[in-house]
């Protein structure tokens, strides 16, 4: 059964940091974060590909920072000077195709972050 669990999301003010988790039941390669604002489309936010890179999507801007822990089967977002704009739910899934523009599980119900100005 697959399962993909969002956690540390939470409501900071303007140039704080957040470390959100995501810990799933199948191999991390390919897993990465996305983000859906209200009256948004989903995005893709930051990722591990297939062969273990790190793709991050420009917004990011040396803000963000992903990690992974094997053993925990859990991928990490650190995020720090964050904006208003940041404000979302932030989900985890893992792509297919080698494309972030599709993912291979159902989503979960990801972990919201809220940034006050």
């Known amino acids: 059964q697959v399962q993909l669990v969002e956690s540390g999301g939470g409501l900071v003010q303007a140039g704080g940091s957040l470390r959100l988790s995501c810990t799933a039941s199948?191999?991390?390669?390919?897993v990465g974060w996305f983000r859906q604002a209200p009256g948004k489309q989903r995005e893709f936010v930051a990722g591990?590909?297939?062969?273990?890179?790190?793709e991050y999507a420009d917004f990011v801007k040396g803000r963000f920072t992903i990690a992974r822990d094997s053993a925990a089967n859990t991928v990490f977002l650190q995020m720090n000077s964050l904006q208003p704009e940041d404000t979302g739910n932030y989900l985890c899934?893992?792509?297919?195709?080698?494309?972030?523009?599709?993912?291979?599980?159902?989503w979960g119900q990801g972990t919201q972050v809220t940034i006050s100005s």
């Open positions: 591990f590909t297939e062969g273990g890179s790190i």
């Open positions: 899934n893992k792509r297919s195709y080698d494309s972030w523009s599709w993912v291979r599980y159902p």
């Open positions: 199948f191999s991390l390669n390919g």
